[in-house]
């Protein structure tokens, strides 16, 4: 993939539910799995899933596309990982190499944080990437360690 020069037709866009993933996804996500980014194995399978993580009505896709495909995604599902009502979970964040460095990152964290308003009260997310911290830092995100599964936590509020 190649991100030279975004064209201005950039978009960030929230999936339809229960619509295939776009052409060229499956693509950026075997090109994060072999960069290592191991959380991405499970988008296709969980996006297919009509009683996974998706189903949730405030659960979300997010897609950055530059006019050739997609080149970044992010997740916001119901977290499943707490028993604590109305909490939600920031996930699968993931900008193709060539198109780092662009606010791309940023432009999703902020999409998902405007869709969890309103449903969810908390926020939560893992990461063990030292600039993906600061990112989600720079949001509100507040690191924390007694908190199960989880690295960093947003209260929302009600």
């Known amino acids: 993939m190649t991100c ?10 929230t999936l339809p ?11 950026l996500l075997a090109q994060g799995l072999g960069e290592g980014h191991s959380f991405l194995r499970l988008v296709e399978t969980q996006w297919a899933d009509p009683d996974g993580p998706y189903a949730d009505p405030a659960a979300a896709l997010f897609v950055v596309s ?11 599902v119901a977290d499943g990982y707490t028993s604590v009502p109305r909490t939600g979970r920031l996930k699968h964040v993931y900008v193709s190499p060539a198109c780092r460095g662009q606010g791309l990152a940023e432009a999703l964290v902020r999409a998902v944080l405007a869709r969890a308003r309103g449903h969810y009260e908390r926020l939560r997310l893992r990461t063990a990437n030292p600039s993906a911290a600061r990112l989600y830092e720079r949001h509100g995100f507040e690191p924390r360690d007694d908190e199960p599964e989880s690295t960093h936590l ?5």
């Open 66 to 76: 530059d006019g050739k495909g997609p080149v970044a995604l992010a997740s916001l």
């Open 154 to 158: 947003l209260v929302l509020g009600r």
């Open 4 to 13: 030279a020069a975004l064209p201005p037709d950039l978009a960030l866009r």
């Open 17 to 27: 539910r229960n619509q295939p993933l776009p052409k060229g996804l499956t693509e």
